[in-house]
């Protein structure tokens, strides 16, 4: 079964900070990886899409790696501004299956 | 384009009583649609994967008897959550893919529906 893990599960810096979150998955046979963000009380916006033979995305200030090997994925905000603040959840499309699993989110602030 | 909306974005309702919750696609016809559910600070966990005209598809441990799903057309798929108890109040989260099978991966979401069960 597939279980993904995102650490930490809170994170508070400043702003102009920058920052990396991490996603673990157990079972390498992923479709891809997602990341989303999601604010309080609201649905998911997809940030980036990274599909099982890539390494990476890029989108502005944000940047997504992937090492199915190691069951790992990172997403690195730059230069991390107050309107970053909000819930980043990564997840994993299973192999064979439509099934998205995810992770439990990191919340992030960005203190002015 | 690809946007999705949800209707009610909130409802609180009596305990014992039936709740629908709806799905749109608003600009792309919907193959596949998904239902989640949200615990507060929890993640998203799947409750069903539906295709149009299809039955939809329960995951283990979620009864298909208190959380009715129909999806009969490629833009609406409703959630009724039957005989409503306080431990269904959650943050209900539909999505919407236009492929069916592993093209599936492009998933839509909506805003989410808050479900308070008093």
């Known amino acids: 079964k597939q279980e993904v893990t995102q650490i930490p599960a809170a994170l508070s810096v400043p702003e102009g900070e920058n920052l990396v979150l991490n996603c673990s998955f157990t079972d390498s046979a992923i479709y891809n990886l997602q990341w989303f963000r999601q604010d309080p009380g609201k649905g998911l916006t997809s940030l980036l899409l990274?599909?099982?033979?890539?390494r990476e995305q890029t989108s502005g200030r944000l940047n997504a790696s992937l090492d199915k090997s190691s069951g790992r994925s990172t997403l690195y905000i730059a230069a991390s501004q107050p309107g970053d603040s909000a819930t980043y959840l990564c997840a994993a499309l299973i192999q064979g299956a439509q099934k998205l699993v995810f992770g439990q989110g990191t919340r992030l602030t960005i203190n002015p | 384009g690809a946007v999705v909306s949800q209707h009610p974005s909130w409802v609180i309702c009596k305990s014992g009583t039936s709740v629908k919750i709806e799905c749109r696609s608003l600009d792309f016809q919907a193959t596949t649609m998904f239902w989640y559910r949200q615990f507060p600070k929890q993640s998203l966990m799947l409750m069903a994967t539906?295709?149009?005209?299809?039955?939809?598809?329960?995951e283990q441990g979620v009864e298909k008897d208190k959380f009715l799903i129909n999806h009969a057309s490629l833009t609406l798929s409703t959630l009724t959550v039957t005989s409503a108890h306080p431990e269904d109040s959650s943050f209900y989260i539909c999505s919407a893919s236009p492929f069916r099978g592993e093209g599936a991966d492009t998933q839509y979401f909506g805003p989410g529906t808050r479900l308070t069960v008093l």
């Open positions: 539906s295709n149009e005209g299809s039955k939809a598809t329960y």
């Open positions: 990274i599909q099982s033979s890539q």
